[in-house]
């Protein structure tokens, strides 16, 4: 009687460890299930509910693991001794850790986390009415579980996981980035994506137009020459200054001129003058992140503005189209050439680069690597490497670069050949 209850109490003990190492094992993967599966998911699945109900459902899931495999180890020992009466306590002790290490490994925490990785929704969707009951009757020890756990997060200069974003710019970045990989996601679509989570960090200064290179015309001009300024340049918004380009009093749009020629004829567009048809222009300072400015034109429903230093004067302007190009790439009009970001491929490695081309399209378009330098275009680059103006027909080896000066001014780059040298040439040198 005595040998068949024993025997009866080794299986119910058999019984008991093979459960318990199942629940070890749905535990663990349900662990990694809500750590891999994607987060817009795990959202989308608890819209209803608070976002931070996934931490609850990961602490639940941690508690009971570790509770299990507690008592995985207790029976294991329990059974063991049954077993192995007649061997040394500490012998027998030490095979059951032994045993107990390799079983929860093996079927208890790598082969469940490895399955859950590749199956995060499906072992989700299996565990998920299982975890949330465990949540609801942990709950306060949840509560006070992550309490603690925020209290040493901050401790450590962390943020707490209610105040925590639940998916940030770098996780859908970083998804992309993936999927660019895998060839589910464009290289250029990807491009747009990233470049439109640097708007935040791009200025204006970075995408403006230089005040060197603004087309304007002076309040006191008339309307014909307006009209021969517009059909010149090709630009159908043009700024008006009084007296000098430091004192811009508006913007003149090219469609005005068109709706003064329907109602009054061109007769009177040379008696006309400028400042009679301007509007009113936005002004806007040159350290505005783009993202920013792009919200202020949808708001004001305008595509140009004024960009200001921080004394007040003329910086440049900025434009629709010039966030737009930050975004997607060189736009390509009617009055554009066949130069692509102001780069226009001579020979294999050679280039002609117009000297106001901002560093970072160079380094995108040829794939190249400038070194650290505080100016944004070649020609503030190479201003640095020369320390004057040079003159035409000058040369200078920078790295892997040699840049010659192919066209200037008395105060200004204008037009740069670089060549770019192989890792063999600098060598031999």
Known sequence: MDDSASSGSIVLQIVAIIGLLALSAMFSASETALTSMSRLRLLKKDEKESIHKVNRLLT???VMNNFVNLMFSSLITILFINLFMNLNENLVALIGTVFTTIL???????TPKIYAREYSEKVYQRAEKMLKV?????????????AISNKI????????????????????ITAVNLG???GTIDHQEGLIVERTFQMSE?????????????????????????MELVDEEGYSRIPVYREDIDNIIGVCYAKDIVGYIQQHGTDELSKKKVKEIIREPLFVPETMNVS??????KEKKIHIAIVVDEFGGTAGIVTLEDILEELIGEIM???????VSGIKKISENTYLINATTPINDIERELDVDFEETEHETLSGYLLEIFRRIPSVGEEVDVDLFHFKIVAATKNRIERVLMTIKRRDEIEQR
């Open 333 to 339: 009009d009617e009055y554009d050439h066949d130069e």
């Open 180 to 182: 660019e990989e895998k």
């Open 292 to 297: 920013t400015l792009l919200k202020i034109f």
């Open 60 to 62: 639940a899931s941690l």
């Open 202 to 226: 791009t200025t204006i200064r970075e995408i403006m137009t230089p005040r060197v290179d603004v087309v304007a015309i002076e309040e006191n001009a008339s309307l014909f020459d307006l």
């Open 153 to 172: 997060v901050k401790f450590f200069g962390g943020e707490a996981m209610e105040d925590a974003p639940f998916i940030t710019s770098e996780d859908i």
């Open 104 to 110: 929860v490994l093996i079927f208890g925490e790598i």
């Open 134 to 146: 465990c949540e609801k009757l942990l709950g306060p020890l949840i509560k006070l579980l992550l």
